[in-house]
């Protein structure tokens, strides 16, 4: 079967991160929205996580449409300072939740958005690991893992939701928050990596050379 040309991955990915943008404005708008009513902090964070899906995508976006390799370390350094935020965030009110024994509500918009959210957005971030690393952009492949990371989130948020649901665990909800903070710190640290590849010598001298290691 023919590959695609460049041309056409580029498209792609400029599809993929528009469809992010306007999927996560809305569903970070409802999950605050329900996150805020129920007091869940995990759900409140799920839609903070949306917001920075948002502004990871415009990085991607940024990048494919000017020069893809001048721009890879900028974009990098980006999307790691929002998974670094999302992680002091969610960490921050999780341990004072825990500390001052806030109960977060019942939320069945939550565990509805959740459920949609990874029917939605599984089929979503493969496509995009396969176009980025078909483009061996190193920049689109890391926007894969965070919308990875926004699927663990969901699943974490939706068990978080269950149990203070099922058996009025409320600790449940900042514990499974805490899951998520160590998963943003973590995704940060592997972009910040990436953008340190990006920039070396022989990254300069051979871009693709860690994408076909990566695909190889």
């Not at 350094?77 to 825990?98: C, H, K, N, W």
């Amino acid at each position: 079967m023919t590959q695609p040309s460049d041309e056409t991955l580029v498209r792609r990915g400029l599809a993929l991160a528009w469809f992010i943008v306007v999927w996560d404005v809305l569903e970070g708008v409802i999950a605050v929205t329900a996150g805020l009513s129920a007091g869940s902090i995990a759900l409140v964070g799920f839609g903070i996580d949306s917001g920075i899906e948002v502004f990871a995508a415009a990085v991607v976006i940024w990048q494919l449409r000017g020069g893809a390799h001048a721009r890879q370390r900028p974009a990098l350094r980006a999307i790691a300072m929002t998974f670094y935020a999302l992680a002091a965030y969610v960490a921050f009110e999780s341990i004072r939740d825990l500390v001052t024994q806030d109960k977060a509500g019942e939320s069945l918009i939550g565990i509805v958005l959740n459920v949609v959210a990874l029917i939605v957005m599984i089929p979503v971030a493969l496509t995009q690991r396969r176009t980025g690393r078909a483009l061996n952009n190193p920049v689109l492949v890391a926007q894969s893992s965070e919308t990875w990371m926004s699927n663990a989130l969901s699943i974490t948020v939706l068990a978080g939701l269950g149990l203070n649901a099922a058996v009025g665990w409320w600790w449940a909800d900042p514990v499974v928050a805490l899951v998520v903070a160590v998963l943003a710190a973590h995704s940060g640290r592997e972009a910040w990596r990436e953008a340190d590849e990006a920039t070396s010598p022989s990254r300069a001298t051979t871009p693709s050379g860690p994408d076909r290691r990566e695909t190889g």
